[in-house]
């Protein structure tokens, strides 16, 4: 979660967060006037996608590798990412990414331990409980890119069943990072009034006062200093000029209705039946995190570890999202099969790819004048399994947004890599070094071939 962030502190105590500034920028960030950094957010589903393996059908990725388009996805509308369609010309579709490793008792484990780390799966702990032996992606992007003290964002929606909750962020070897799965909570505090105690929001109700008058003699002197641009001049103005009282902002607040929801469903923010919702605000929250300049890496995990969500397809509950992955009404190997699994299993995949669009139309609705959020930065839905077997093999990968340039989109790439490679470029694009200063070339276990992916790679 995030600790620190840039504030104007006031009287009472009260702090105002700050649109994102240049002036204030890491200079290592590739961005130009008025936009923000380039950023990553990693989406993570479970448990495989209905693609081409064994006696199945292909029903995931699109019929021709190369590039994509509007009216290529539409034709290809029968498979799971031509709900994309809207934004063909941001998306790179990677298929044919592998985990290096062997997971240790548990498959489900072991993906999750290796899809943002590309790190050896623990000896002890294993099975459900192994771990990753190296730091995810999300944290080498923050712990280099963003300022010191501030972690990526790191949420979740679903419920914990316990056998395996957390998989996604590490910040460092078995150091699993945990996630917060309230919206509302997550909203708070990055974007509240944080540090205000209780006399302090009593004061301020019985005076009804703009928090402007509580921050005012900072601003002043923040209007005042000789370096702030002029773009971040009128940005300020702007802002405070919008703040009208408590938690008012001008880019880092959402619609108050929207709050409303997710305080509304916060008492049961970890139920089956909200997965879906509380996804999609998560998403509002991980593009606004973007849009102020919060923080470069952000992930949202979408059920737990075996994800056991019962989703409802066609007005219907379906069986666990686990069980109709093994096509079989069980956890285990042996088990009644459960009739229609694989074009349930596809109607799950369809549900999350509608899921990261939403993301991707928060994203492309923030308008930098340069282009949208979306093309500054890279969002990925990734998978910790491959299929309905669970393999560590052609696990899906799917990329949308330039990272303000550097990503070639539009294209669809066949590729036999371990993931590590895949990590490498994401990070790369948006600003990470090597040890030599270099690119980010050698992410992940040091026994791995190291590189970039030069198919996704502006020239």
């Given at each position: 979660m995030i600790t620190r962030r840039r504030v104007l502190r006031g009287l009472f105590g009260v702090t105002v967060a700050l649109p994102f500034l240049e002036t204030f920028a890491p200079r290592r960030a590739a961005a130009g006037t008025g936009d923000v950094p380039p950023f990553a957010i990693f989406m993570r589903q479970a448990n495989g996608v209905a693609q081409e393996v064994g006696d199945e059908p292909e029903m995931f990725w699109p019929r021709e590798v190369g590039p994509v388009s509007a009216e290529s996805m539409a034709r290809d509308s029968d498979r799971a990412v031509s709900e994309l369609k809207d934004h063909a010309s941001k998306l790179i579709l990677v298929r044919g990414v592998k985990f290096a490793f062997q997971g240790n008792g548990c498959g489900h484990s072991g993906g999750g331990n290796q899809c943002l780390t590309a790190a050896r799966v623990s000896e002890d702990p294993s099975g459900n409980e192994s771990l990753a032996m190296g730091e995810s992606i999300d944290n080498r992007i923050a712990s280099e890119l963003n300022p010191p003290g501030v972690e990526p964002l790191t949420l979740y929606a679903g419920r914990m069943a316990g056998y395996i909750n957390e998989v996604l962020s590490y910040r460092g070897p078995m150091q699993l990072r945990a996630a917060e799965r309230n919206p509302f909570n997550a909203y708070q505090k990055l974007f509240g009034l944080v540090q205000t105690d209780a006399e302090a929001m009593k004061a301020l109700a019985a005076r009804r006062a703009s928090v402007n008058d509580l921050v005012r003699g900072e601003m002043k002197a923040l209007m005042g200093r000789s370096d702030l641009s002029k773009s971040d001049r009128a940005r300020l103005e702007l802002h405070f000029d919008s703040i009208r009282d408590l938690e008012a902002s001008l880019a880092c607040e959402l619609p108050a209705e929207r709050v409303a929801e997710m305080e509304a469903i916060s008492p049961k923010a970890g139920s089956n039946d909200n997965v879906e919702a509380v996804a999609r605000m998560q998403m509002d929250i991980i593009a606004l995190a973007m849009a102020c300049g919060v923080t470069r890496a952000a992930t949202l995990q979408v059920g737990d570890?075996?994800?056991?969500?019962?989703?409802?397809?066609?007005?219907?509950?379906?069986?666990?999202?686990?069980?109709?992955?093994?096509?079989?009404?069980?956890?285990?190997?042996?088990?009644?099969?459960?009739?229609?699994a694989q074009e349930l299993h596809h109607q799950i995949d369809r549900i999350h790819a509608r899921i990261f669009k939403h993301l991707l139309d928060r994203l492309a609705a923030y308008d930098l004048g340069s282009g949208t959020l979306l093309d500054?930065?890279?969002?990925?839905?990734l998978n910790d399994l491959g299929d309905k077997y669970h393999s560590y093999r052609k696990v899906p990968y799917i990329l949308a947004g330039g990272a303000a340039g550097a990503l070639k989109t539009g294209q669809f790439v066949d590729v036999n890599i371990t993931n590590n490679k895949l990590l490498n470029t994401i990070g790369a694009a948006i600003g990470c070094t090597n040890g030599q200063g270099g690119p980010l070339d050698d992410f992940g276990d040091e026994s791995l071939e190291g590189g970039l992916v030069d198919a996704i790679l502006k020239a």
């Open positions: 570890g075996n994800d056991g969500t019962e989703y409802t397809i066609g007005g219907v509950r379906q069986k666990s999202f686990h069980k109709i992955s093994h096509r079989i009404d069980s956890d285990g190997s042996e088990g009644p099969p459960i009739e229609g500054h930065g890279v969002a990925v839905w």
